[in-house]
């Protein structure tokens, strides 16, 4: 991380640093204490420089620039999932997962992108911090608007026209893997001697009856 708490807690760091999420310390006042690498490539944040600013300021929200005094102080920011989970989670209160919308100023662009967000308390050297972690899910949440797919072989035709399976496209786009099974129904038509008979028994294989 970028400026340790301690400089003996090395083991640690390394692991906070390997993890692919992007994690940040964090003081009462929503203040940034240290950041891992995750963070630094994701929010194109040099390492160290946003040391005690405001989260805002560092992920470059738009609302943090809505007022001369910057962050938490535009009329959005009473509704920032970021900001309250801090707060919630000084209070005692767990905060896990919660589903945040970040618009971020990049360059002459607005960006808009969503996290999951979880904030959990701990006390080091007899001060309060908190870790804040922000999970990228805006692929995901893109992929819930209109899908155009084929009514017979529901393949699913990409931004250029071209068709993938399903199971390609959301391999690619979401990241994620299919594993394969098949459901009563199908189970029902493609193996019937499958199917429970009446008498609550099942048979074991197709009839051989002429």
Not at 108 to 113: G, T
Not at 150 to 161: G, V
Not at 163 to 188: M, N, Q, R
């Amino acid at each position: 991380m970028s400026k340790r708490l301690a400089e003996g807690d090395s083991f640690v760091n390394f692991i906070i640093d390997a993890m692919p999420l992007s994690i940040f310390v964090v003081d009462e006042k929503a203040h940034i204490i240290d950041y891992n690498q995750s963070a630094s490539s994701f929010f194109e944040m040099e390492q160290g420089k946003y040391i005690k600013m405001g989260c805002g300021h560092a992920l470059r929200c738009i609302h943090s620039m809505e007022k001369p005094e910057g962050c938490g102080y535009a009329e959005a920011c009473k509704d920032c999932v970021i900001r309250n989970s801090i707060t919630a989670a000084f209070q005692g209160l767990k905060q896990f997962r919660r589903t945040h919308t970040l618009r971020v100023v990049e360059g002459d662009v607005l960006r808009e992108y969503h996290f999951l967000v979880t904030a959990t308390p701990f006390e080091y050297q007899d001060k309060s911090f908190l870790l804040l972690v922000l999970e990228d899910i805006t692929e995901i949440t893109e992929l819930q608007d209109i899908l155009p797919i084929c009514a017979s072989c529901k393949s699913i035709r990409d931004d250029k026209n071209y068709w993938h399976s399903v199971e390609k496209y959301f391999s690619e786009h979401a990241d994620v893997t299919f594993s394969h099974g098949i459901c009563p129904d199908c189970l029902g038509k493609l193996y019937p001697w499958h199917r429970n008979e009446p008498d609550g028994g099942t048979s074991s294989g197709p009839s051989n009856n002429n």
